[in-house]
């Protein structure tokens, strides 16, 4: 008897996660597995755990790079209605997991709801975000979440509630395997006044980014205090490639996958990165791009 069965219809095998991905690079996982419930999710994760399977949780792909091998075991993503869910109670807002984020932001701007207009232009999923605390110059998620809805390597969901729950530069101290939402406490804004905001970000994005190629935002966390991407363009290293990866011209901390590209290249190409930097500054670049 296979470990899935009866979930066929939400599970795919062999398949190639340069479909999952912004990169479009790596290999296939041996399943990738799409539950529409809760429920669903509760008895992937056991069959998994039964099954001594490793799994991880993908949310839009936005800042991974799977490797050339792929990863073996299984890919868990949540989609449908279930996990994309928003609700709106005043000035709280309970999201699934699954949402996306851009879609929250929009939602949220032309509802009058301050607070998210920061994240404008970060694209991913709400449970992405929150993993990763989400934001940069204008503010980060973390600032707007009050609580996130958990399921533990056993199945089991629990709430984590501020000030239990801990934000810092793009990480979170949530331990629990799966993110399932979170409730954001927001304010009354005017809208127009917000709108306004998020074209001003879009515009600064849109004229900072190399948003038109295939990249996962980025690739390093900027050392206390410095911007990585000027530490990468004051070392000269703007246009350099391995393959086909090339470390943009328009923004240095963002590495761009042209069609050639293999995951190899672009691995190869943030060791050469790295070494380069410690070498001119003696800084040691730490990933913010997570590495399957
Ligand atoms: C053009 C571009 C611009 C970007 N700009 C920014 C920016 O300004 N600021 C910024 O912070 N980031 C930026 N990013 C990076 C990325 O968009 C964010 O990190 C985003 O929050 C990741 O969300 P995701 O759903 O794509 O997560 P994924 O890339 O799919 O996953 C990221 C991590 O989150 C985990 N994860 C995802 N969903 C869940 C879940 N439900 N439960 C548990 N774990 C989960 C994954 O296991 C993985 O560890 C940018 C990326 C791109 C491509």
């Known amino acids: 008897m296979s470990i899935f069965s009866g979930l066929e219809k939400i599970v795919k095998t062999d398949c190639h996660l340069c479909n999952y991905t912004w990169f479009g690079l790596g290999g296939s996982a041996d399943y990738v597995i799409t539950p529409h419930t809760v429920d669903e999710l509760r008895t992937v994760v056991i069959r998994c755990n039964e099954n001594e399977l490793p799994y ?55 509802k009058g709801l301050g607070g998210l207009e920061a994240l404008t232009g970060i694209p991913g999923s709400v449970g992405g975000a929150v993993k990763m605390n989400a934001g940069g110059t204008f503010g980060d998620i973390g600032a707007s979440v009050q609580s996130a809805m958990l399921m533990d390597k056993d199945g089991n969901m629990f709430e984590r509630v501020k000030p239990d729950l801990v934000f810092d530069y793009r990480c979170v101290n949530i331990t629990a395997r ?108 730490e990933l913010e791009l997570e590495i399957w």
């Open 56 to 110: 991880k949780i993908i949310g839009f792909g936005s800042n991974l790079l799977v490797r050339d091998e792929g990863f073996r075991g299984a890919v868990i993503k949540l989609e449908g209605e279930a996990f994309s869910q928003i609700e709106y109670k005043g000035e709280t807002v309970s999201v699934m997991a699954g949402a996306s984020l851009s879609k929250l932001v929009l939602d949220c701007v032309r």
């Open 178 to 285: 799966i993110i399932l939402g979170a409730t954001l406490g927001l304010a009354e804004s005017d809208p127009e006044q917000m709108l306004r905001t998020t074209k001003e970000i879009w515009i600064y994005k849109k004229n900072s980014q190399p948003l038109n190629t295939r990249n996962a935002g980025c690739i390093f966390k900027n050392p206390r205090g410095v911007s990585a991407g000027a530490l990468i363009d004051r070392a000269g290293l703007k246009g350099m490639r391995i393959g086909g990866a090339m470390v943009s011209e328009k923004h240095a901390n963002f590495i761009v996958a042209e069609d050639s590209c293999s995951s190899s290249d672009v691995i190869g190409l943030i060791d050469a990165i790295r070494a380069r930097v410690k070498e001119e500054f003696d800084i040691d670049l």
